[in-house]
Nanobody, 123 residues
Framework: QVQLVESGGGLVQAGGSLRLSCAAS????????MAWFRQAPGKEREFVAA????????YYADSVKGRFTISKDNAKNTMYLQMNSLKAEDTAVYYC????????????????WGQGTQVTVSS
């Protein structure tokens, strides 16, 4: 079992920055992929970024590439999402998730989810 707790959301002006954290407890195995998804009101949950503990590679949605950076702290079992140059369209609830079987882009493939943290970008 894996428990995930997100934090760091809030209200920021367009062009600003936020850093989200996802603290994981339980067993995080090297084959796992940790990812960030987001869901805006009235829209489907969408992939934002992911990190593979096995390969050390990061993956990003085109909409955030160059603006968002995913990183991790092994000692703290924590994943971060540094979000820069935020836009109004980044407004959403951001979720942390774990996929036990590798990188997937569909939310349905993920096995564990956090409760989400709200990010609001004012224009």
């Amino acid at each position: 079992q894996v428990q995930l707790v997100e934090s760091g959301g809030g209200l920021v002006q367009a062009g600003g920055s936020l850093r989200l954290s996802c603290a994981a407890s339980g067993s995080i195995f090297s084959a796992y992929v940790m990812a960030w998804f987001r869901q805006a009101p009235g829209k489907e949950r969408e992939f934002v970024a992911a990190f593979s503990w096995n390969t050390g590679n990061s993956y990003y949605a085109d909409s955030v590439k160059g603006r968002f950076t995913i990183s991790k702290d092994n000692a703290k079992n924590t994943m971060y999402l540094q979000m820069n140059s935020l836009k109004a369209e980044d407004t959403a609830v951001y979720y942390c998730a774990v996929d036990k079987y590798g990188l997937h882009y569909a939310p349905s493939a993920y096995d564990y989810w956090g409760q989400g943290t709200q990010v609001t970008v004012s224009s």
